[in-house]
């Protein structure tokens, strides 16, 4: 808990008047929160906006169809910059949990069966010149390139998981959708994976052919591992997937 402290008026007014005098004005005028979002905004995002690093756009009537939810809002640490390994790190850390607060799940292995995804941005340029350092979280529904619109509920409560959000894949390059959508494979099951050191793709091969087995329903399936950043980020779950006929 803060507390603020009080301090009488004509000693405030002279640190005031002295504050004044010697900061500069370039100190003055940084504003860490300018232009941040509010968590629940909601905004109508495609799949090219999503991949942008900043996104200038006015929020919309969440009562409206929508493919995007701010999930969570933070300020960047200083040290960190607004671009590279370090802030992604950072972001996805961020909103992963953002993330599993707003869907209600506990871990990376419940959200990695679901089709939801994270979507991050910066100020914009003109906003980080004046000193604007915060990270907003977006929740989206869908692949990279099928963004679905979201549903009023985002609770998804326990597995099997709604078929309008559970994680499947689709196409000949097996991209994530939701299961709403057509596909060949749906997400069965998700296993943690111990150790520290990010596997080799070797090491993801014979994880999947081994530890996917019991998770699955059909000799033919399919499992899908995260990538460096969000293997770093605390995602170490491996996806695994039973074919379908839809």
């Known amino acids: 808990m803060t507390t603020r402290l009080a301090i009488g008026a004509a000693v405030a007014a002279l640190l005031a008047a002295a504050v004044t005098a010697t900061a500069p004005t370039s100190a003055v005028a940084q504003d860490p929160v300018l232009g941040a979002p509010v968590v629940g905004q909601c905004f109508d995002l495609d799949a090219e906006e999503l991949s942008q690093p900043s996104h200038p756009e006015t929020a919309i009537d969440c009562s409206a169809p929508h493919t995007s939810r701010v999930v969570g809002v933070a300020i ?12 992604e790190r950072f972001a996805l850390e961020t909103c992963y949990a953002a993330a599993r607060t707003a869907i209600g799940v506990r871990n ?7 089709a939801f995804r994270i979507g991050w941005f910066v100020p914009t340029d003109e906003q980080q010149a004046a000193g ?3 990270l907003r979280c977006d929740l989206v529904l869908g692949g990279p390139s099928d963004l679905q619109p979201l549903p009023a509920q985002l609770e998804v409560g326990r597995f099997p998981y709604a078929t309008g959000v559970s994680r499947c894949l689709a196409g000949r390059d097996l991209h994530d959708t939701a299961c709403s959508s057509r596909h060949t494979y749906r997400a069965t099951a998700a296993v943690t994976v111990p150790g520290k050191r990010y596997p080799r793709a070797e090491a993801w091969q014979e994880l999947g052919n081994t530890r996917c087995v019991p998770g699955v329903i059909t000799r033919v399936f399919r499992f899908g591992w995260p990538t460096k950043a969000s293997w770093k980020a605390g995602d170490h779950t491996l996806t695994c997937y039973s074919r379908t006929r839809r």
């Open 132 to 134: 604007a350092r915060w």
């Open 76 to 87: 960047v640490p200083d040290g960190l910059g607004l671009q590279g390994p370090k802030v």
């Open 108 to 114: 990376m292995r419940a959200l990695n069966l679901t």
